[in-house]
């Protein structure tokens, strides 16, 4: 008998549940990894190509050619030359540490120095070139060619780095290069630039950068796994920078300087009908192409300990109080307000009391009586202590700004200092003081608070030659592109005008012309027999020192300045001239200024035969002093006053 087995099956809700959740977690793990491969191939794509082609292609920059800078005669003063730069590729480096040690060891340079650059550079793309070093020596740049295989990840490059045609020339208006900083690389001003990239830091170079610095380019190549170029994908060529044409005079701007000798100063020169600086001098000089590779340590110290400051641009920056030659504007100030005529005579004793204070002439015993004329020839300090006291200095600094005194003359060149023309209300402001008469005696002779640069200095005594017409100093003619076209050309450019007579002009330049050409004098040394020549002297006090026993030492001594122009009859040219610490402007100044005035005639035709330097020292003539001691109890000490 057959007999069936019936297996009864029961339900276990337990093994249910581990199903279930097994599947769940089976269902969870696939959903999750189709997810991950789709961010990858879909959403990742575009970052693993670029990653992936990094391993064989490369970004490689190529910098702009800057502009040229030519002179206003097309003599070439900046130029450029190639300069090989070292940079790594930090995706390709495997031992940093080992690669620094040998290029250490193979550029002579210390390796905290290649150190700091390379974490510089970290905030940029692994695959982009770090510069470590630039300007290195042909001898170097064959070393590493020759070690090429044993440094991973090193590129030279070639860069252009400017060439100063004329060494030291005119190298506080030109400027320097270096290399771009952090700070410089991360604002919107130097959009578009790269690390390593060079860049103006002072100078023309550093004002007109953006035309200069022309618009880099750009390489992509393919390299193997040793990282050997094997070909070029694709170029981006750079633009070159464009051109600029400046109203220097090469062969003048020489001469400035050459008559400096070892002085420390300044000197400006301009076209009294256009407001073109024809030479803008500040001295000592510097070598402008020591900045653009690495300072030696020795030449930054020699200029850093240099008691002249051979880095800072006097004739831009230089503030000193214009000592006499600010007589000019007392002068013209007490006419038009009919305070003096040409014949109003002041008795000059050798110092003039106010109040309780004495105010000193530079000729201790006197002048005796004075009018304009010989005032402004002897420089007579008590005939503007008076003239200056009915002023007052609201109505001397409202004639000053007539002259657009007092603010930057905006020459085309950053940092422009703007001088100080003070007034009773300044005063109040900045010293929470009222003004006195005991300050504007000092004022009225360009001592006290007032400051004046360089080229305020020239704009002055050339808007006296226009009869009060102020051009704007200005240092470019006309921007050119890498082809010779004119892009923008740059015209003359009415600053102000002073609305002050013909008359006064003419009485204040006849004083300044006796200031030169007659007997007694101030300025004789600054005579030219072949051209009339007008200016006037000035000597500003650094600090009271005349009643010091034996020498005083250079940093105490007295500025000398001088100020002209010429012909007389028919203006074309005005200069200015600083001599720092040169104590008198008759003997330092003076004769500077002559020389620049002779080479600039030369250069025109106008003198053809040298003439024996000194030979305006034998007419005589005074050498000019400010006041030998000045007792005050009322005013400010006189000193300079920092804007």
């Not at 090429?148 to 208006?173: I, M, N």
């Amino acid at each position: 008998m057959n007999e069936k087995i019936f297996i009864r099956q029961t339900h276990d809700p337990r093994r249910q549940k581990q199903v279930i959740f097994l599947s769940c977690f089976v269902a969870s793990l696939f959903f999750l990894l189709l997810t991950r491969l789709w961010y990858l191939q879909v959403v990742k794509t575009q970052d693993f190509q670029s990653k992936s082609e990094s391993n064989r292609l490369r970004l490689v920059p190529v910098a702009a050619s800057r502009g040229t800078i030519f002179d206003r005669n097309g003599t070439v003063l900046v130029s450029n030359r190639p300069s090989f730069s070292v940079a790594v590729i930090p995706q390709e480096v495997k031992d940093r540490d080992a690669l620094l040690d040998q290029l250490s060891a193979y550029l002579g340079i210390d390796r905290t120095e290649l150190l700091e650059k390379w974490e510089k550079g970290k905030g940029r793309a692994r695959y982009y070139p770090i510069v470590l070093a630039s300007g290195i020596t042909r001898d170097q740049l064959e070393l590493l060619e020759e070690k090429r295989l044993w440094l991973p990840g090193l590129d030279v490059e070639v860069k252009p780095v400017r060439q100063y045609e004329a060494g030291v020339l005119a190298s506080h208006l030109l400027g320097y290069i270096g290399e771009i900083s952090d700070d410089e690389l991360k604002s919107e001003g130097y959009a578009g630039y790269n690390s390593g990239d060079y860049v103006g830091k002072s100078g023309i170079e550093r004002s007109w950068e953006r035309l200069l610095h022309g618009k880099n380019g750009g390489r992509q190549i393919e390299v193997d796994a040793r990282g050997r170029i094997l070909r070029t994908i694709s170029e981006n060529s750079p633009v070159v920078g464009s051109s600029l044409v400046l109203t220097i005079d090469a062969e003048l701007q020489k001469r400035t300087e050459q008559s400096f000798g070892e002085q420390a100063g300044a000197a400006v020169a301009i076209d009294v009908n256009t407001g073109e600086i024809l030479a803008f001098s500040s001295n000592p000089d510097f070598d402008p192409a020591l900045f653009a590779g690495r300072m030696p340590p020795d030449k930054w110290k020699e200029y850093l300990e240099d008691k002249r400051h051979p880095l800072e641009n006097k004739a831009l920056k230089g503030q000193y109080p214009p000592g006499s030659t600010f007589k000019i504007i007392t002068a013209l100030a007490g006419l038009e307000e009919g305070l003096i005529n040409e014949r109003t005579t002041v008795v000059c004793r050798g110092s003039y009391t106010l109040g309780g204070s004495t105010f000193g002439c530079w000729q201790r015993k006197g002048h005796g009586a004075v009018n304009l004329r010989r005032a402004l020839k002897e420089s007579c300090d008590v005939y503007f202590y008076q003239l200056g006291e009915k002023l007052g200095i609201d109505k001397i600094a409202a004639y000053s700004r007539a002259l657009a005194l007092g603010a930057p003359m905006g020459v085309g060149l950053d940092n422009e200092k703007g001088g100080l023309i003070p007034t009773s209300e300044w005063k109040e402001k900045r010293h929470k003081k009222k003004w006195l008469q005991g300050d504007t005696l000092p004022a009225s002779i360009g001592q006290g608070y007032v400051l004046m640069t360089p080229i305020q200095l020239a704009s002055m005594i050339a808007s006296v030659a226009t009869d009060g017409v102020v051009y704007r100093p200005h240092l470019i003619k006309r921007i050119i592109d890498q082809d010779g076209r004119v892009i923008q050309e740059f015209k003359p450019e009415i600053l102000a005008r002073s609305g002050i007579g013909t008359r006064s002009f003419r009485l204040v330049k006849e004083g300044l012309s006796a200031v030169v050409n007659e007997g007694g004098g101030t300025g004789g040394m600054a005579r030219l027999y072949e051209v009339h020549v007008a200016g006037k002297t000035g000597t500003s006090q650094v600090v009271k020192l005349r009643d010091r026993k034996g020498g005083i030492p250079y940093q105490y001594r007295d500025h000398a300045l001088f100020v002209g122009f010429a012909p007389y009859d028919k203006p074309e040219v005005a200069v200015a001239v600083v001599i720092e610490h040169g104590e008198h402007g008759g003997s330092a100044a003076a004769p500077i200024a002559g020389r620049i005035l002779r080479a600039y005639f030369e250069g025109k035709g106008t003198i053809r035969r040298p003439v024996r330097q000194g030979a305006a020292a034998d007419t005589g003539g005074g050498s000019e002093q400010e006041p030998a001691s000045t007792e005050q109890s009322g005013g400010e000490p006189q000193g300079q006053e920092e804007q």
